[in-house]
């Protein structure tokens, strides 16, 4: 399972979240496991239940304020009871300052107050936006994925196979390179998976004979892409004499990646074959699918009708013969 230290978010600079501690920095080390957030409002009230300890909790003006206006006592029974739960942090927005039993009650279980000076709703869609990226499920594949006509194609298959050669006569052609050798995968809600390319690798491709090159200073931006949702899986395999190969494109097959099936097509790979043609083509093919339209399965109804018209033709023809 994904996690996420309080103190890697504390640290976060690129998003925006501009959080500072205030106390608990015996608990920076907790770790946070949820891409969701809570607002504690009725738990500062005694009401426990529904409460969720992997979840952030988030601390607006109201929370503050009604905290604030408790009997002190009430206040540091239901803080108390609150902080047992074992949170990994609360966080208050809107630069204000908690009360002090608060502060006291969070630096006894060492749990960290983080502040932020923005809006609680800002707040919340950018930290929820944030842990939804950094915490849902994620894994590596070794393969090349390339943005066809739109479609997210990942090629996948042995080293030597051809991968990174045909990704490259895609880039010729006008598409756009994702990521070469190592594709960053994570899952995005609801069941969708998005690749990228890792921090040392991004936009470079390797060539056997040529190299190591930087497709975006070769062919500039237009070539490239930051990430992309993964649409199809082409698994490239040495041409085999004999081998049972796919002829009509009614096995439908998957390719599955944190526990998400993504359809499958194997493709033959032998001299003569223009491999290039024949993604752009699938990626085309993959575009109707998901318009509702599947060239191999009308091909069969067809056929089927045909067949039952011809055996209906034929029966007639049998029956009337044994009449007269």
């Known amino acids: ?20 501690i205030l106390s608990g920095t015996a608990g920076l080390e907790k770790t946070i496991e949820s891409h969701r957030i809570q607002k504690p409002g009725l738990a500062l009230a005694g ?16 929370e503050l304020s009604y905290l604030e206006g408790l009997d002190p006592y009430v206040a540091a029974e239901n803080v108390e009871r609150l902080c047992k739960l074992g949170f990994s942090c609360f966080i208050v927005t809107k630069g204000q300052t908690p009360p002090p039993v608060l502060i006291e009650k969070t630096s006894k279980y060492d749990i960290p107050i983080l502040r932020t000076q923005m809006q609680s709703s800002a707040f919340i869609s950018l930290i929820s936006k944030f842990l939804e990226e950094r915490l849902l499920p994620a894994t590596t594949v070794h393969g090349v994925l390339v943005d066809v006509f739109g479609v997210g ?9 051809g991968k990174s050669e045909c990704a490259l006569d895609l880039v010729l052609r006008g598409h756009r390179l994702v990521a070469d050798d190592v594709v960053k995968v994570r899952t995005k809600l609801p069941a969708v998976l998005f690749g990228e390319g890792s921090d040392l690798l ?10 190591i090159i930087n497709i975006k200073h070769l062919f500039g931006v237009s070539a490239i892409r930051e990430r992309k949702k993964i649409d199809v899986t082409i698994e490239l395999l040495k041409w085999e004499d004999g ?60 056929l089927e ?13 049998i029956i009337g013969d044994d009449l007269e």
């Open 243 to 302: 081998a049972n190969y796919d002829r009509l494109g009614l096995d439908e097959q998957h390719y599955e990646l944190l526990g998400i099936k993504i359809p499958l097509l194997k493709i033959p790979v032998c001299p003569g074959r223009n491999i290039s043609s024949i993604l752009e083509v699938a990626a085309r093919n993959q575009l109707l699918k998901e318009m509702g339209y599947n060239s191999a399965r009308e091909f069969q109804d067809r």
């Open 202 to 211: 991004h936009y470079h491709m390797e060539i056997r004979g040529l190299g």
């Open 1 to 20: 399972m994904a996690q996420l230290s309080v103190r890697e978010l504390l640290e976060e600079q690129d998003t925006g979240l501009d959080l500072e």
């Open 305 to 317: 009708k045909r067949m039952a018209e011809v055996a209906r033709l034929r029966s007639h023809v």
């Open 153 to 161: 194609v990942l090629l996948i298959g042995k080293s030597g196979i």
């Open 47 to 62: 009401h426990l239940s529904y409460l969720h300890p992997t979840r952030l909790q988030i601390l607006g003006s109201t």
